[in-house]
């Protein structure tokens, strides 16, 4: 069996940071690329940002120059920093991972979720 386990969510002001974190556990062999999406009330899931094994990164257009993906390989961990925060950015944020377990094939898995509100 393979969570993912967020935290770090929360209420931050306009213009403020916020650091989201996802740890992976249970049975992995490998994990393959890594993400973060987001859902606001009355919007499809959109990518925020995704990172490969090997550090290669992508982010949604709506958050280039504000948020950075990083991610721990030996802790099975991706964290997203950001910045610059606005009100447009709150939303449910999901962590994302494509993992193989040790029993089973390549899948993808997702969190719970961790609420983000921008606010005044």
């Known amino acids: 069996q393979v969570q993912l386990v967020e935290s770090g969510g929360g209420l931050v002001q306009p213009g403020g940071s916020l650091r989201l974190s996802c740890a992976a556990s249970?049975?992995?062999?490998?994990?393959?690329?890594m993400g973060w999406y987001r859902q606001a009330p009355g919007k499809q899931r959109e990518l925020v940002a995704s990172?490969?094994?090997?550090?290669?990164?992508n982010y949604g257009d709506s958050v280039k120059g504000r948020f950075t993906i990083s991610r721990d390989n030996a802790k099975n961990t991706v964290n997203l920093q950001m910045n610059s925060l606005k009100p447009e950015d709150t939303a449910v944020y999901y962590c994302n991972a494509i993992i193989a377990g040790t029993t089973g094939p390549r899948s993808n898995y997702w969190g719970q979720g961790t609420q983000v509100t921008v606010s005044s």
């Open positions: 990172i490969t094994g090997g550090g290669s990164t």
């Open positions: 249970g049975s992995i062999f490998s994990i393959y690329a």
